[in-house]
């Protein structure tokens, strides 16, 4: 009785041990490269110093590659994003805010620049990107990615990024 009880324990305690193991071994750094997809939906004006334009994009986001968790090789996401850009002799200013959840409900933040190319149909260009931290497996992650995008016919956007990341 007093081997099957203790057998109990032990076995209790190895359960624990498994499942807090993705939280207790998260990686502190890492890499990964993804894709992802939009449909974007802007307004643009024309303005005295150039063309203002703003909206959204909203799509999914697939780890192509990575280092190990929190970014699953072959994982989908969901994005959102916000987009503001001026347009004029000087060239292109383009920032983007994004969020990206998760399958678990975990956000990641994201915020982007890019000074380069354009934003038309045939156009697009590269630029950089900054991981701000995230909530659930996202917490206090940071990291640099560049980035590379592509504008498609029909409002739809093509985004590939290589990242590196650690915490904070």
Same mark, same amino acid.
């Given at each position: 009785? %007093?081997?099957? %009880?203790?057998?109990?324990?032990?076995?209790?305690?190895?359960?624990?041990?498994?499942?807090?193991?993705? !939280?207790?071994?998260? @990686?502190?750094?890492?890499?990964?490269?993804? /894709?992802?997809?939009?449909? %974007?939906?802007?307004?643009? /004006?024309?303005?005295?110093?150039?063309?203002?334009?703003? *909206?959204?994009?909203?799509? +999914?986001?697939?780890?192509?590659?990575?280092?190990?968790?929190?970014?699953?090789?072959? *994982?989908?996401?969901?994005?959102?994003?916000? /987009?503001?850009?001026? $347009? +004029?002799?000087?060239?292109?200013?383009? @920032?983007?805010?994004?969020?990206?959840? &998760?399958?678990?409900?975990?956000? #990641?933040?994201?915020?982007?620049? $890019? %000074?380069?190319?354009?934003?038309d149909a045939g156009g697009? *260009? @590269?630029? @950089?990107?900054?991981?701000?931290?995230?909530?659930?497996?996202?917490?206090?992650?940071?990291?640099?990615?560049?980035?590379e995008t592509s504008y #498609?016919? &029909?409002?739809?956007?093509?985004?590939?990024?290589?990242? !590196?990341?650690? $915490?904070?």
């Amino acid at each position: 009785m %007093r081997a099957s %009880r203790g057998f109990a324990v032990a076995a209790a305690a190895m359960m624990g041990v498994l499942c807090a193991a993705p !939280s207790a071994f998260a @990686q502190e750094s890492g890499s990964f490269s993804a /894709i992802a997809t939009y449909v %974007r939906d802007f307004t643009s /004006i024309e303005h005295a110093d150039g063309a203002y334009f703003g *909206g959204k994009l909203e799509g +999914s986001v697939t780890t192509l590659a990575s280092s190990g968790a929190p970014f699953d090789e072959g *994982g989908h996401s969901l994005s959102t994003c916000v /987009i503001f850009g001026k $347009r +004029s002799a000087a060239g292109l200013d383009l @920032q983007t805010a994004c969020t990206i959840v &998760n399958a678990s409900g975990d956000t #990641l933040y994201l915020v982007a620049q $890019r %000074r380069a190319g354009d934003v038309d149909a045939g156009g697009g *260009g @590269q630029g @950089q990107l900054e991981l701000a931290g995230g909530t659930g497996v996202y917490a206090g992650m940071a990291g640099s990615c560049a980035y590379e995008t592509s504008y #498609l016919a &029909n409002d739809q956007v093509v985004t590939t990024t290589d990242c !590196s990341w650690h $915490r904070e």
